[in-house]
């Protein structure tokens, strides 16, 4: 009888160190994603930092550009305002990288300005920037698609609930607009 | 391959090198080719000296002892490979004194830098890095500095050893044996990522920072101090690079950091003799390993011979080739 109950104990001790290290799993990868969101969080910070400095020395140079200024402005503020991991700040941030493209492509246009010294410098800081931010998402992809995984396979899934709110978190996604075909005629 | 390398190859099979050799190498080395032949009678004194003396051995001592004859043959055939070895070794460090540094002139802007000069600082440096497994046992060969494509690279020849115990406990590891290329990355970064071959002894992966590319994942394992960072250095162009460059010879034993501030970067070039996953890291440990050696002239083809120095020149290439796959001349971001 003593031997059943020793077997009996040992199997429930084997249990619960299996389970207890997959719990500890899902909230390591639970906390390792929250911790790639705000590695974005960290380089678009730096990124808002950048915007009004470039916009304050391509205002002295392109005139007529007033209001993609001011598109960058307005999106600036509405993406760092939206909660962090949304799909407002996500949809924000890729509005804005379109118009920061956008606005490095008319620099070209301004030959003045392309060769301003602040100006080249600028660009390699937004050029460094923009690198930080695209690594920053992929380490935020490849820590929510392992949270995914260890909440979605059984056993995983019946310890779900402890992944919390981070389970709302989504892919980063390109937007809409650079997903489009592009016509190199209007830049050649 | 790169149209450059391609270029550059090109041009060492073309007459232009042939008459560049015949100019400035062969003219210059008739001392040497005399003492190279000098070199070879005496391998040849040798090995005479190492049957006579065996002869001798059999017929006048141990005439009929079947194990003293077996042991006679073992020790003059030791003395003969040793002897000769000594001499192979002084021609080859004799004669790469000469031809090195007018060879790397054709190539570029190089020097041959005296390791005497350099070795201790290398030392503290390799030592430093997470990038090769601790040694106690440093020797440094070759080394070269200079610019290629702007990028200014450093070139050392290296054998780091391990050593444990004394007396009859005493064991020796080879831990590397191959190139050590370090040189200044366009990326700033201030932590530490380190790509090493994935060997494939263990089911689970080692580095810490598990990218996308399952390519790469298959032949890397990557650590890094910052998982950002290392995203940032490891874009999935270079990862796309650098297996390519895995598939060439001279990557085939390639491991890579960015640490200190450099891209530091090991070519192991140990050949196994087995490529059974275990037997193959054992011997390796062992230092049963067939060896490539970097910028050697061969002692049996005469010095008139451009082949010797076409090698060489291919060497030097196959190295640079890394920095025309991994595109480090080019500031593009990626």
Known sequence: MDMYISILIGVVVVFAIYFYSLYAGIIQNKNNALEALSGIDVQLRKRYDLIPNVLTIAKKFMEHEQELFEKITQLRTQA??????????????????????????????????????????????????????????????SSIKVLRNSVEIFPGCLFAACAGKALELEFFETDVESKKPINASQYL | MTNNYKDIQKKVFSSEFTKFCQKNIVRSLKDLEKKRKAYIN???????????????????????????????????????????????????????????????????????????????????????????????????????????????????ELDLKYTTGSGKHR??????????????????????????????????????????????????????????????????????????????????????????????????????????PFLKEVCILQGWYKKKDWFEISISKPVTDITNYREIVLDLLSIFSIIDVLKMDQNIGI
């Open chain 1, 80 to 141: 760092s305002n939206a909660p962090l991991g949304s799909k407002e700040k996500f949809q924000a941030e890729g509005a804005l990288d379109t118009q920061l493209k956008a606005l490095m492509v008319n620099v070209e246009n301004y030959p003045a300005l392309k060769s301003d010294a602040t100006m080249i410098q600028a660009m390699q800081t937004y050029n460094e920037v923009e690198e930080n931010i695209a690594a920053a998402r992929r380490f935020y992809n």
């Open chain 2, 42 to 156: 005496c391998i040849i004194g040798v090995i005479a000296l190492g049957i006579i003396a065996n002869f001798a051995y059999f017929y006048f001592i141990y005439a009929n002892q079947i194990p003293f004859q077996i042991e006679a043959i073992a020790i003059s055939i030791a003395f003969i490979v040793l002897v000769s070895n000594i001499i192979i070794k002084s021609y080859k460090s004799e004669a790469k004194k000469f031809v090195l540094p007018k060879l790397i002139s054709y190539i570029g802007n190089f020097k041959i830098v005296d390791k005497n000069n350099v070795k201790d600082e290398i030392e503290q440096y390799v030592q430093s890095l997470n990038l090769i497994d601790s040694f106690n046992r440093f020797y440094c060969d070759d080394c070269l500095e200079g610019e290629y494509k702007g990028v200014n690279l450093n070139v050392y």
């Open chain 2, 171 to 276: 064991r020796t590891y080879c831990i590397f044996d191959g190139l050590f290329i370090k040189f200044k990355s366009f990326k700033k970064f201030s932590g530490r990522t380190v790509i090493k071959r994935d060997e494939g002894l263990s089911m689970k992966k080692h580095g810490n920072v598990v990218l996308e590319d399952p390519e790469f994942e298959k032949y890397f394992n990557v650590d890094g101090t910052d998982q950002i960072e290392a995203r940032y250095l490891l874009t999935p162009a270079f990862m796309n690079r650098l297996v390519e460059l895995k598939k060439r010879p001279i990557g085939r034993g390639i491991t890579m950091s960015f640490e200190h501030g450099y891209v530091n970067i090991a070519v192991d070039s140990r050949k196994e003799w087995f490529t059974v």
